[in-house]
């Protein structure tokens, strides 16, 4: 359903590129986003985009990180830039009722959620 690429490691400073491809039973769906999870600490929002292209991100990461939809209207990018230590995190691609509700989205009480495998990006300093 959610397949995410593109971790990996890089220095401080750096850039990386995770993308998203949504397929199956909700291939179309509109609203995407990103999540990640370090060790110790709880999911957290990165990033969010809805039908008509409105984005959210998360305070730690304004200015930094920029959510797109690519050409293929399925696949969803974030590009990560001036990458710090603490970016270092497992990312998971988001569908569903808790990124809708991130971004203001009315979900149904037994709305689903649909999570990518995860994709680790580590960034060294």
């Known amino acids: 359903q959610l397949a995410e690429s593109g971790g990996g490691s890089v220095q401080a400073g750096g850039s990386l590129r995770l993308s998203c491809v949504v397929s199956?039973?909700?291939?179309?769906?509109?609203?995407v986003g990103w999540y990640r999870q370090a060790p110790g600490k709880q999911r957290e929002l990165v990033a969010g985009?809805?039908?008509?292209?409105?984005?959210i991100y998360g305070d730690s990461v304004k200015g930094r990180f920029t959510i797109s939809r690519a050409n293929a209207k399925n696949t969803v990018l974030l590009e990560m830039n001036s990458l710090k230590p603490e970016d270092t995190a497992v990312y998971y691609c988001?569908?569903?009722?808790?990124?809708?509700?991130?971004?203001?989205?009315?979900?149904?009480?037994?709305?689903?959620?649909?999570w990518g495998q995860g994709t680790q990006v580590t960034v060294s300093s």
């Open positions: 988001a569908a569903g009722a808790t990124i809708k509700r991130a971004m203001g989205e009315t979900t149904w009480p037994t709305e689903s959620d649909y």
């Open positions: 199956g039973s909700i291939f179309g769906i509109s609203t």
């Open positions: 985009i809805k039908r008509g292209d409105t984005t």
